[in-house]
């Protein structure tokens, strides 16, 4: 149960963190800034990037530490801190953080310093560093997702190419026969991994100088098996074959212009389109509420000029017969013709972070958010090289609750240990693997069926941290 | 694991002589590749590269390279990084308090350390050298960022191998420079927190300079055959100025039955959300989960 509730607090927590990409609608920024795996901000991230119906698993967990609290809180002084501590005198002693460029460490909300040293280390109110860009350094973070430059591009046969490491896209067709190539959202997770450089010197006995033992000398020809140019010229090769374009012989123009004598240049120019072409209306074929009342103004003329300025005539100081109306546009109907089949694709990560020899469960969601099916569906995943895939850990299912459709017992809540868990369905898909150049493997799902209107597809899989 | 790659070395020797110039490209070493790290407008985001000098190197006596760190801008003075020894098979470690090293745990030790400053640790009960002891240095030269409460569980592992401490025994000199892996030219290497991988290099190339092209230095171990001074006046030195360190409690893992598991079986893991009254407490000066 615990570990249940940890883990989809994981889940609401990154997706509410990284956000989950769908195809149009957004524009190329907002995609990176949706995609950046330190610039993401819960609290300040566009609402159009949320996702809607991305987790089919209900949020039940609640963040226990908020940014705001933890600096509501007193910060922590020296006093508070335990150096060299006796640990039979001092039963938990507090570890005090500086985070660098922010200051000191203010504790959690309603805790002072002095309950502060009582506080475990593991329990001590850091600043939240996974939403702070200034503090962190990429280097321990492993980032998989999203699609880096070079972009992805479909090709003929169902080929993708320009999938670097830690790529991850889905390509589809839809019903109009496009081919599309959609990026996901990138996961990063806290890894990281140390080494050494190690050097070993020794003094002489002696104080000596030690000779050389021997020099390495190159044997023999170095090479020799390749075709290299040659360092001297010995002959000419002959132009084996030319090409040349041949210009036209000759050409005949009758372009004699004809004699102008004096040009007339308009003294005042006016165009009454002027103050309606910045309207979205006019020349992009949107309806807002903001320009109404323009609209309303402009449609409100349109209507004097021909209703009520209409031509007249005076006939022996007869006034003439007005014709007096007042119309308004009642409504205004807009039709937008929508894209077609649109594939929303989301890829999630079991941990925060995970030390070298951990094992991350990766989870990619299409789902078909536009208005027609998809077909072709194939989602490619190019592991970086920490990360290494479990073999036959994958599996391609979707979640329905087919219990209830085909009369199935379904249990109640409250017998259930934990929340109720969406039956999953095993969606036929094609999964190949193959070595990219990061030492570690492409991973390729092909969904056999399109999806249609509302449909999607979770793939699962594991790896495990080097 | 040692890993002897000429082919490795001789391409760094080669890029080390022009990159990022000077030591204080060390912790600046995410130079070139970091998203939103501004802490200073003033400071170019990348260094130039050339024939340029470097200021400090892994050579330089201990303490130096530290506290140029705390020179420049992020300032981590009065920062305490976590960092977790160990070493291999039945070896002990244990830091000093006041000039007296605590009774030897032969479980790994973790410990706070105060960034620039230099710490003087015991390990004995070396494998196929009982009896002996080494007396080596550690100087932390930059910090790590880890998320909310998790320091304890991603510190720096100063893990030694047994042909570290051989050559140490032998009266030779072994300096490891221990860097921040950049995840974009990781070595594809299944490793463990236990793992001791290094790049051995020869004595002409400068350790730091080295791991300052594969990553961001984070640390500097030497290990030689110093024994302390009998002259109680030559304490002070020996310990290099008793700086203060700090005991880093680690929660304890958790076990409990999994049951989405087959057969009953058990998961250990860590949450994040671990109370403090799970922590182990007792152990000096720290506890091992």
């Not at chain 2, 490793?191 to 640390?219: H, W």
Request: with cysteine.
């Amino acid at each position: 149960m615990q570990r249940k509730l940890t883990k989809l607090w994981i889940l609401v927590a990154v997706s509410g963190v990284s956000g989950c990409v769908a195809p149009s609608r957004l524009t190329k920024h907002a995609m990176n800034e949706a995609t950046s795996p330190f610039a993401a901000e819960q609290a300040t991230a566009p609402q159009n990037l949320r996702p809607s119906a991305v987790l089919p698993r209900p949020a039940i967990a609640q963040v226990s530490h908020t940014e705001e609290q933890a600096l509501s809180g007193q910060p922590c002084g020296p006093e508070g801190m335990s150096l060299n501590a006796d640990l039979e005198s001092v039963p938990t002693v507090q570890w005090q953080s500086n985070p660098g460029i922010a200051g000191s460490v203010p504790c959690s909300a309603g805790c002072g310093c002095q309950s502060c040293g009582t506080k475990a280390f593991a329990d001590s109110a850091f600043p939240t560093a996974y939403f702070n860009p200034s503090i962190l350094d990429p280097n321990e973070f492993i980032c998989d997702g999203g699609d880096n430059e070079p972009a992805a591009r479909a090709r003929v046969g169902d080929q993708i190419i320009g999938v670097e490491l830690e790529d991850t896209v889905v390509r589809y067709t839809t019903d109009a026969g496009s081919v599309h190539v959609q990026p996901s959202n990138k996961v990063c997770v806290y890894s990281p991994r140390f080494a050494s450089v190690r050097k070993v010197t020794g003094a002489e006995s002696g104080d000596m100088a030690v000779g050389a033992v021997g020099v390495e000398r190159p044997l023999g020809p170095i090479n020799a098996q390749l075709n290299q140019p040659g360092l001297a010229v010995t002959g000419r090769d002959k132009l084996g074959r030319g090409s040349a374009v041949r210009g036209p012989d000759a050409m005949r123009a009758r372009d004699r212009g004809v004699p102008v004598e004096r040009v007339l240049h308009p003294e005042q120019a006016q165009d009454v389109l002027t103050v309606l072409e910045n309207l979205a209306l006019v020349h992009r074929g949107l309806l807002r509420d903001t320009e109404k009342p323009w609209l309303s103004n402009a449609a409100q003329a349109a209507i004097a000029w021909s209703v009520d300025a209409e031509v007249a005539v005076t006939v022996n100081d007869i006034a003439p017969v007005t014709l007096i109306r007042d119309q308004n546009a009642q409504e205004l109907f807009v039709y937008d013709f929508p894209d077609a089949g649109r594939l929303q694709i989301c890829k999630l990560a079991d941990k925060f972070d995970a030390l070298p020899g951990e094992e991350i469960t990766f989870f990619i969601r299409v789902d078909n958010v536009g208005d027609s099916s998809v077909r072709n569906v194939v989602i490619t995943d190019s592991l970086v090289t920490r990360l290494e895939y479990v073999t036959d850990s994958q599996k391609v299912y979707t979640d329905e609750s087919v219990a209830a459709e085909k009369g199935g017992a379904v249990p109640e809540p409250d017998q259930l240990d934990g929340p109720p868990q969406p039956q999953r369905i095993a969606v036929e898909a094609a999964f190949t693997s193959e070595a990219n150049e990061g030492q570690s493997l492409r991973l390729t799902w092909k969904l056999a069926k399109e999806l249609k209107v509302g449909e999607g597809a979770t793939i699962e899989f594991k790896c495990k941290v080097r | 694991m040692r890993i002897t790659n000429l082919m490795i070395v001789a391409s760094l020797a080669i890029s080390i002589i022009t990159p990022f110039g000077s030591s204080l490209a060390i912790a600046q070493g995410y130079g070139n590749s970091v998203q939103g790290y501004a802490p200073n407008a003033s400071l170019p985001r990348t260094y130039p590269s050339g024939n340029t000098h470097r200021l400090f190197g892994g050579d330089d006596p201990p303490g130096v390279v530290g506290a140029a760190r705390l020179q420049r801008w992020g300032s981590v003075a009065g920062h305490f990084q976590a960092v977790s020894f160990r070493g291999p098979g039945t070896s002990q470690f244990s830091l000093p308090i006041d000039g007296v090293f605590q009774p030897p745990s032969d479980k790994p030790v973790y410990a706070g350390l105060l960034i620039g400053a230099v710490y003087r640790f015991k390990i004995t009960s070396i494998p196929g050298y009982e009896g002996e002891e080494l007396y080596p240095t550690v100087e932390i030269i930059d910090r790590t960022y880890p998320p909310e409460s998790m320091a304890a569980r991603f510190p720096i592992p100063i893990n030694l191998d047994l042909d570290d401490l051989e050559d140490a025994m032998l009266g030779r000199l072994v300096t490891r420079v221990v860097y921040l892996e950049d995840p974009s030219t990781a070595v594809p290497l299944a490793e463990t927190p236990e793992s001791s991988r290094a790049l051995d290099i020869p004595g002409s190339q400068d350790p730091l300079a080295v791991a300052d092209v594969l990553g961001k230095p984070v640390a500097i171990v030497r290990l030689g055959s110093v024994a302390p001074p009998t002259a109680e006046a030559l304490m002070p030195q020996f310990f290099l100025g008793y700086p203060p360190w700090m005991s880093v409690i680690v929660p304890e893992s958790i076990t409990y039955a999994d049951p989405a598991a087959p057969n009953g079986s058990h998961v250990t893991d860590v949450p994040s959300d671990v109370s403090v009254e799970t922590a182990t407490v007792g152990d000096v000066p720290s506890v091992i989960p």
